[in-house]
Nanobody, 127 residues
Framework: QVQLVESGGGPVQPGGSLRLSCAAS????????VGWFRQAPGKEREGISC????????FYRTSVKGRFTISIDSAKNTLDLQLKDLNDDDTAVYSC????????????????????WGQGTQVTVSS
């Protein structure tokens, strides 16, 4: 079955960087679009980024554009998210997700567009 396992979260100071990774298994990695979401305490889950597997097109939430970068390593079946210039608003549980189409929803889309989810990794931005 499809399994997604995130890693790389942890505490970080404002202005710092982290690299999150999502190891995928149980399906043909090149077949489906993949995305990153996050959920802060007391808030709804929000989409951060999506990468299409047809053209490799990437989409980013406005608040993270220019600071976060999504990438894929097809040889390792991993989806990465590089986080830079972090601030307090970035504190959340970050999860990767698979959409059962090669293209992103359009844009990132809501959580209901994605079928498979990882368990999440906590990112805490604090001085």
């Amino acid at each position: 079955q499809v399994q997604l396992v995130e890693s790389g979260g942890g505490p970080v100071q404002p202005g710092g960087s982290l690299r999150l990774s999502c190891a995928a298994s149980g399906y043909r990695f090149d077949d489906y679009a993949v995305g990153w979401f996050r959920q802060a305490p007391g808030k709804e889950r929000e989409g951060i980024s999506c990468i299409s597997r047809s053209e490799g097109t990437t989409f980013y939430r406005t608040s993270v554009k220019g600071r976060f970068t999504i990438s894929i390593d097809s040889a390792k079946n991993t989806l990465d998210l590089q986080l830079k210039d972090l601030n307090d608003d970035d504190t959340a549980v970050y999860s990767c997700a698979v959409k059962e189409r090669r293209t992103c929803p359009p844009f990132i889309g809501g959580p209901q567009k994605y079928t498979y989810w990882g368990q999440g990794t906590q990112v805490t931005v604090s001085s």
